[in-house]
Structure formats: C-alpha cells, structure tokens
C-alpha cells in the first residue's frame, strides 16, 4: 500500500491524471465492459447513498414524492418538442430489436431479426417527454396542481469522451419534474430547488457554489431558464453541480397538458425541471482531495471515523477493545460511523495509508503504552495533524472535531475560491489570465458573438449570470458595446 | 369517490379484475406509453421505499454492500454460462444503434444507420454476467473472500403478457451477488439470504410464506439450487416472491474467477444470487386488500394514521387541530407516520373512501362533539371496526392499535393459508380440487415427466419441495412410483 500509494500522481504534475488515480485507488468506480459506463464500487456507491438521502429528505420537505417512470422512451416522443429534439435526440442508446436467437451453431447467440420494434425505443437520457406525456392523464384541476415528482434512476447520454463521475454514457441522477397553474409558482420552484442544491453543496458537501442563471446558448433544450450551481475545481475549472430549468408551457404544449382553472377555463400547465447526479462525486473528489487520497466532508463520509487497535497478541488486543468498546457504543449513539479494523492480516501502517487515500476525517489509534497512559491518538484527515490526547472525555472530543473539519474544509475551498475570482476589463489581460483557471467576473453585452468569440479565442464559456452580486451596468471586455451585467467566465469540465 | 369505489370490481365477481381495478384507483400503478412498462406512482412508489429501506438494512446487516453495475451488457456475455444462455438470452430489449438524426423534413428523427455498434447491447435482464466479469479483476486471494454486492436497479424482460406489478417487461428489484471461498459458505449464504426474504416477508409485510427449494425443472438458469418463498394469493394460487440462488462454480468458471487459496493453490471460487422485486407489491395486495381497497401493514404502509377533522367553519377547525397538535406530535416522536387532512375542498366522507381505498392502517376523526365530550372517532382498516373512544390516553391506543393490525393481518393471511394447504395422495382428487387453488402438498418420484404431466392436466406446478415439515417417503401420486419428499403444488401467477 505504501507503495501504491506513492503512485498517486501528484496534483500539481499532472491533475487529471491525479483525479482518475484516485479514483481507481480509493474505490470509488472503474471502468466496465461496456464503453464509457463505469462500474460504481461498493466505497464509491456509499457516497452516492449519503447523498441521496440527504437529498431526497431535502426534496420531500418541500413536498416532492417520488415515483418511477419508464426507461425506455418511444422514439416518436423526442421530437415533440421542438427546442429539446434538438438537444437530446442525437447520441442516444436506441433499441430497435426485442428478441435474441441461439445461433446456428449454438455457440452463440444473435439478434432475432424477426423481432424488430415497430417504433424505436429511447434509453432515457432525461424523461421530459415520457414524463408529460403521462401527466396529461394526471392533471385536469387546479386541485392537481401543484404536481411534483422526483425520480432516482439511471439515465443514458452516448458521449463520445467520457471521464469516470464527470461524465459517463450512463449515469445515475434524479430528476425532479413539477408542474404548476402559474408562470410565477414554477419560476419560484425553479428557484427553490436551486437553492436546495447550493445548501446541499455548501453545507453537506462542504462544496462553495456560485448560483445564477445560464446564457440563451448554455440552456437546457427546451428551457425558458435554467438556473445552476457552479463550483470551482482544485486546478480552477469549473463544474457545473446541478442545474433547475425553469420550462415555461414549452412541454405542456407540446404533450396538450392543460387544467381547468378557478373559473373553470382550460390553461396550459407551468412547468419546472431539475437534476444532480454522480457528477457530485467528482466534485467532491475535486473540491478537497489532496496527494494523499480522497479527503471527505465528515457529513458525506461512508466512515466517519475508524479506530486501530495496535497490539501484540490477543490478550493485548482483548485489554484495548475492551477500552474501546463503550466508546464506540457512545459514537454510535451520537449517530456517527465507526469502523472498528481489528483485523490482523494487515499491519498498522498499512491500515493507516488505506484509510488516509480512502479519506476517513478522523483515525484514532490506540497501542499498548495508550492503555497504560490513558491516552490516544487522533489524527485528522484533512490537515493530517496529529495529537495524543487523553482518553477521558474523547467523545465529545471528536464529535467537536468531526464538525470543525466540516467547517475547516468548506472554509479552504472558499477561501481558495475565492482567491480565485477576477473581475476583469480588459479582454487582452483575460485571454492571457484564464489559461490558469479561475472565475472571471466580465461585463457582458448578451450577444452569442460575443460568447462564441470568447470560446473560440479561449477555451472558457459563460458559466452563468451571477445571483452574488448587485449587478452593475458597464462595457463589454470583448466588443466594447454597453453591458447590463457581469458574467462568471470560466473553463470548465 | 364514493361512486367511483362502487366500481371496484368485487373479488369474488373476478379477482383478477379486482386487482387491476385497485392498482389504478389506489393510485399505485398504471399502465405507460411504452408497452408491458408501468409507471409507478407515488403512492405505490411510496410503498416500495418502505420496502427497500428495511430489506437494505437487513442486507447490510448481513455484511452486504451496495455498488452499481452497467444497465447494458455485451451480448457475447450472455452464452458464456451455457445454462444462463438458456433462460436469459431470450426475451430481451436490444441496443443496436447509439445516434439518431433529423429527418429530412426536420419534423421528425431517426435511427443514424452509420451508428450501428459492433456488437450489440442488452438492457439488463439480470446481472449475473456483468458482475462475474468485473469480479474477476476483484478477487485475487482468500483475503478478498466474502466478497458480497447488492445492486438496486431497473431491469428488463420482454414479456409476452403483463401485469402491473406481477409480470410488467421493465420491473425494478435488488439484486445480491457474492463470491465465497467454499462451497459450504456460499450455500449458507443462499439459505441465509432466504430466510431474510421470509423474515421480511413475515414481519415486515404481514405475508406468510412457504420457504423451500426448487425442482431442476423450475431452477434458475445456471444455478444449482434455487431457494424461493411462495406465498397464497387470496384465490388460492401461489405467488413466487422471491428467490436466492446457489450458483455452485457456473459463473466463476464461464468468467474464470480463481482465488489463491491459503495455501497459495489457484481455486475456482463459490456464488450466489439472489433478488426481490416490485412484485412484492403484487403479493402486498393480493394477500390483504379487500372489496373496500387495499389493507396496508402498519410497518409497511406510506401513511400509518389519517386523521380528519370534521368541522363548520374555520374556528371550529382552529378549536379541533389545537386540541389534535400535541398528539400529532407525539404520535410523530414515536416514529408514527401521520397525516393530517384538514383540506377543505373535499367532504369528510370522500376523504373516509379515499382512505379506505389507500388501506391507511389507522383513521381518527374528531367533530365538534368529540370536541365536546373529550372523544375522538377511531377506525382500523383491517376490521373496518368504528369506535368512539376516550381522548385520553389516544397516543399509547394507537400505538398498540397499530401493533394489534399488523399481528391480525398476519394471523387473518396465515390462517387463510393452512386452511387452503392439503395433503393429497390421490391424482384424481387433486385434479378435481387443485381448479379451486390451494397449496397441496403430495409425493413426487422426482422425475421431470411426473412434473410435466401434472403441468399438462391441471396448470399447476411443482413451487418447491418445501421446509416446513420432516419429509416422510411415500408414492408418486401420478406415477405410483416411490417417492422420497412431499412437494408443494399450486396453480401461480
């Protein structure tokens, strides 16, 4: 293991590379059989399940449920909406037969070309159009409205470059679908949801996030608004976090979605859309990790603390799990996750680097001269500080300590965020700047030649229009025209 | 309401029509676009979260973790087992193609025929092969051994005839994979998984089962004895809820999974699977529920007491949730799920039907006059039982309340099923008694013909040779031939 984990790329030779090591050596995912989808290992999928029931009990305070809607899409539902055909009718798994066949020789098997689809089939890559088309039989009053269904499931987007959590063929996501009798109540939910990601981010994830709204060209296909959280990445990229689409009547049009208002007269439905995903892993993953493994916010952490006895034979190790236990009794009352690694067909030091890549926030050790001191030793993840402490009064030590690295991590990716913000002027200065990451807060003039320009010369899209701010009239960097607003200009993944 | 529950359709007019009325008009299930897909709605999804959440704690306990495997798997996989080529490849949703385009009017897309793949994907039907060809990367030495995997997730059968939650082509379950170093460990792992299945079942559902294993006949393809808990419709046939596989060294052999055994000696290693779906939902239904609705168990219902005020005018209401908050609260710190209904678009008596429908355990209604005399209106779904009881002391009456329904329904299910399981040792008898369902338990002289002719005469077939009792040998009701085991024979869904 020591050795392994000398074979951690180290973050400032070569980021990405660092990223999918980690990835690999810390269990988290690996890539599978099938192109571009990762297999999601039992550590990785444990972070995944922290999240979600964060989330869903987020979600379900505002008066979400949850319900399933089917995989496959009939191929004919994607372009009934015109704007969203356009976005997600392209790379797309289709399946167009329903039946294998041994083959002649029985070796093998074929695909039973007598079993073909009369109409193509659509593994989901969102489920706008099936989802509509299933609440036009649920809506007829404004006693149905409003309607909010959350779904976890797994969705599928044939990307051509695909990176493990960042961006994989299939995925696993939720995706929030509500609709609503006014254009005022849908546009507050998109806001609402937007603001259930940024908290579950900054306060659970211990990831700082910018809020605002996208550009015309970075909208979701069939969006009136789409509202997104972006954090910033180790190396100064951005990623885009979750994103709520604000979506007008565009789908309740397009699938005759109507209710009967008050007056008894039909309206179309208001509709929103929204959605995280595995994607949050990577940005955990990128947010705080170092050139030791992951570090993990205590709140998402699978293991929120492990204890390692180090002993000579079993009468030792009896003596020092006795001390332990009541301990561990005490945690896990308090609702913390304790990992008692007793095992002995590992050294020590080997348990120690193991834990440190998997990024557990507090280890405590405890060894024969401990027992006779009544000490032990605890070290923290993130600052991997070190302390030999008395074992009297360890419990509320480390509840104490599991909150401070909360806090402490949250603080030092802000801090550095926020070291890495520019507001910027001079397009010239930007061009030159933006080669090495960060946020750059520039006057806009809200033309798509602009942007493209921008792309084109750097690399570096408009992330979004900033919620942080009180917004200031100006010049635009690029065309010198009058700007409205600055935007967040970023590279991002 | 009240007109629309006179349309469910009685069980005994046609139970099956029964069923598919209540799946609708509880609001569980219905049909989708897609064909044989259902949409699970959130009161039925509700239903299945409460499931998942118990049998996932129980599975942890167990030392089971949970990972994510690809919903698409290489069709060359599947004929690597040649059983499992057998069974599974088969029915099957095909990816073909990974890109649609514009048609040529704009107005329409299809199928890119310049993305066709190099060799085909099948939407998961079970993940046997997947799994077996990531553990191979997984498993090295004995250190590795148990290694146990369970995945939650959406599959896919391309059946002929469905039925909302009993037989639907897309259905979502979980399923366990693991890998032990000996064959003794992995077939306690199979039995050991069966019983937590029949615990669940038991406890947790209300619903008694009959835990057995079955004939070669009726195995899982690849397997080398499948376990399987059958329990009793209440029209007598069996319903197979769930099964646990032992897959003796098929898969590790087809996938060539070896581990280095203590010795440092290369050995094929051990498997089982095992799985539970959303038909699970279907025996929920099919073993409690009644001409008025479903009859939810207490630990498995979404909403475990409604309570509706009855009021005229918006003081009385103020007067009636004052007294009813401090009890709604309590009844909430015990962990009770509580529903307040005090909407004023709907007549008390709609929202009694409506209640009734959804099976809630638990209904309390208090008027003016309850309001009055101290009292409060107390109905169990179970025994439709109406009661004005005490104020006083309502919190610990409910509590024991909800107790009482779940033993009764378990006891009502129970005592249902042994009236309906006999022993029969006479063929003629057994095909005249056999049309009106019911468990029956006869000798078998184990031959696949014996099976065959009982499937041809009567529709039923052999569920399992169960656990319940010492098996005594005997002669084969249809061959006359000796026998060495009573099995359990049944009609089924």
Known sequence: MAKELKELTKRAENYSQWFNDLIVKAELAEQSAVRGCMVIKPYGYAIWEKMQAQLDKMFKETGVQNAYFPLLIPKSFLSREAEHVKGFAKECAVVTHYRL?????????????????E???IVRPTSETIIWNTYKNWIHSWRDLPLMCNQWCNVMRWEMRTRPFLRTSEFLWQEGHTAHATREEAEEEARTMLRVY??????WMAVPVVQGVKSETERFAGAL????????????KALQSGTSHFLGQNFAKSFDVTYLNKENKP????????????RLIGALIMTH??????????KIAPIQVVIVPIFRGDEQLQEISAKLQPVIKQLRELGITVKYDDSDNKRPGFKFADYELKGVPVRLAMGGRDLENNTIEIMRRDTLEKENVSFDGIVERIKHLLDDIQENIYRKAKDFRDAHIYECDDYEEFKEKVKDG???LCHWDGTAETEEKIKADTQATIRCVPFMFEQTEGVDMVSGKPAKCRVLIARSY
């Open 101 to 117: 066949k041994a083959s002649e020789d029985g070796n093998s098997v074929e695909v039973d070309p007598s079993a073909r689809l």
């Open 119 to 121: 109409e193509e089939l």
């Open 198 to 203: 940024a908290d579950f981010a900054e306060k």
């Open 225 to 236: 608004d789409t509202y997104t959280i972006e954090a910033m990445m180790q190396d100064g």
């Open 267 to 278: 309206e179309y439905v208001w509709a929103t859309s929204w959605g995280v995903s595995t």
């Open 289 to 298: 990790s170092d050139d030791n493994g992951l570090v993990l916010p205590p």
């Open 438 to 440: 960060g946020f750059f």
